[in-house]
């Protein structure tokens, strides 16, 4: 079983529309989790982190986290054409610089 | 702020020879600064851990020999992949970490694609 499991895609959705992007993991010592979107061709980009469980909101970006069930959501509202993208997941141990991915979802939005 | 810049963004070598990328950080120091590759539709995989002033700590698997990380200042970061072969073509990023405590935030640079002939 890997760390952490993402599911690809790909995910197309119409512009407006609510999007939902998971993230399970296993090792139960992830404290810092993390979004970050990329584009193609280029590195990713940190959209939002959190710690431990509980929510973050920034603008159209909700980030949960619910450690009990090693599950962690990023909700995307009002989605656009320019959110087309590949989401990463990531996460940490506390005092740990190393960050563990999740493979992406590639998420298209059509206008 | 938090600008972390790469370069080249793309290089086409010839087996057998060396190719050096270099990684800075732009408006910040970075004390340690990662380096990661990523094949097509895979997820990023960490290579090596560099901190300025000291030997860089590779991930299992990454042959330091092979792939030599030198971390001169607090801005810049360089890889060089020796003697590259076509099974080293694949996306490099560097990443830069900041700040140099919890929650050890790592602003990413924009890659560079190595094709390797």
């Known amino acids: 079983q890997k760390e952490v499991e993402q599911d690809p895609g790909p995910l197309s959705v119409p512009e407006g529309a609510i999007v939902s992007l998971n993230c399970t993991y296993s090792n139960s010592a992830f404290q810092y989790f993390m979004w970050y979107r990329q584009y193609s061709r280029k590195g990713p980009e940190l959209l939002m982190y959190?710690?431990?469980?509980g929510n973050k909101e920034d603008g159209r970006f909700t980030a949960q986290v619910d450690k009990s069930s090693k599950y962690i959501s990023l909700f995307i509202r009002d989605s656009q054409p320019s959110d087309s993208a590949t989401y990463l997941c990531?996460?940490?141990?506390?005092?740990?610089?190393?960050?563990?991915f999740g493979k992406g979802t590639k998420l298209s939005v059509i206008p | 702020g938090a600008v972390v810049s790469q370069h080249p963004s793309w290089v086409i070598c010839k087996s057998g020879t060396s190719v050096k990328i270099e990684c800075r950080s732009l408006d910040f120091q970075a004390t340690t600064m990662f380096w990661y590759r990523q094949f097509p539709k895979q997820s990023l995989m960490l290579m090596a851990t560099s901190n300025e002033g000291s030997k860089a700590t590779y991930e299992q698997g990454v042959e330091k020999d092979k792939f030599l990380i030198n971390h001169a200042s607090l801005t810049l970061s360089t890889l060089t992949v020796t003697s590259a072969h076509p099974e080293d073509s694949s996306f490099y990023i560097c990443?830069?970490?900041?700040?140099?405590?919890?929650?050890?935030?790592?602003?990413f640079g924009p890659g560079t694609r190595l094709t390797v002939t």
């Open positions: 990443s830069a970490q900041l700040p140099s405590h919890e929650p050890y935030e790592q602003y």
């Open positions: 990531a996460m940490r141990r506390a005092g740990s610089y190393q960050l563990t």
């Open positions: 959190t710690y431990s469980s």
